[in-house]
Structure formats: structure tokens, C-alpha cells
């Protein structure tokens, strides 16, 4: 295992290299670049979700269901 000396030293070589990194740098160079370029969050087109739609037309099909069977019991 390292001795804190050396990580030091290593951490220290690899900060004077930094020059040389391009993950480094691209880092750095995203902080320069101007607000204007943000990019949205939002995507351009969304998704048709079928599994949402499948879901809530179970559901609102349990509710109909459930109500026809209430009011067939109260009239019989």
C-alpha cells in the first residue's frame, strides 16, 4: 500500500501533467464556454407511452366495471 508521501508526490506529477489530459481539459474548457450554448433537457420528440395507456385504460375499465356492478346490485 501507499504511503501518503507518495500518493502526494503521484497526485502532485499528474496535476503538472494536466496539460497533456484531454479529459482534463475538456472540463475546464466547458467552463469557459459561454451560457448561450446550453443544451435543453427536454428532448426534441417525445415517446407514444403504451404501457401508461394500457394501464390506465385497465383501470378506468375496473371503474366502470365496479360501478355497473354496484348500481346492478342496488336495483336487484
Known sequence: ?????NLTDRISQ???????SS???SS???NNSSSSEIKPL???KQSYD???TFSYLLFF???IGQLILIISLDLF
Do not use: C, Q
Open 61 to 63: 375499465l375496473a371503474l
Open 23 to 25: 479529459v482534463l481539459n
Open 28 to 30: 475546464l474548457d466547458s
Open 50 to 52: 403504451y404501457f401508461a
Open 1 to 5: 500500500m501507499s504511503s501518503p508521501t
Open 14 to 20: 499528474l496535476r503538472e501533467r494536466k496539460e497533456s
Open 42 to 44: 427536454i428532448p426534441a
